[in-house]
């Protein structure tokens, strides 16, 4: 997206059929860096809130591995951890988890709210465009 690959970290995670990069922020300042270039493209990012300690989130997981493979270059995945981001997740008012944001040009375009795939399928082919 035009940021610099060293203010981003990867996620390498996989599935028994394939294996996809999702992108994490352990940084405030990294993930402003990687906001500020997603305003450049209209490409949709997910955004999940997520916590190590969460089971919906952890159901989640394998789901969102998938979509990062079928929306591969079409759509960008990042996690961010909320007991790591706490500013960031204040910032876009985040109380429950998995909370998933979908972002273009650096603005929220719409919000799930738990681990709801069939809803969070219907708007990234609402948004992938």
């Not at 599935?15 to 450049?40: D, M, P, R, Y």
């Not at 981001?85 to 799930?112: C, R, S």
């Amino acid at each position: 997206m035009g940021g610099n690959l060293s203010n981003m970290e990867y996620v390498h995670t996989s599935s028994a059929k394939s294996s996809s990069n999702i992108l994490t922020f352990n940084s405030t300042a990294k993930w402003k860096v990687h906001l500020k270039a997603s305003e450049q493209t209209n490409k949709l990012m997910v955004v999940e809130f997520t916590a190590t300690w969460c089971a919906p989130c952890k159901y989640m997981d394998p789901i969102i591995q998938e979509f990062a493979t079928k929306y591969k270059n079409i759509v960008d995945f990042i996690k961010i951890d909320v007991d790591v981001l706490m500013d960031v997740t204040q910032e876009y008012q985040v109380q429950a988890m998995p909370t998933f944001i979908l972002m273009k040009k650096g603005e929220v375009v719409d919000k799930v709210v738990g681990a709801k795939k069939d809803e969070l399928t219907m708007l990234i082919e609402k948004h992938k465009n």
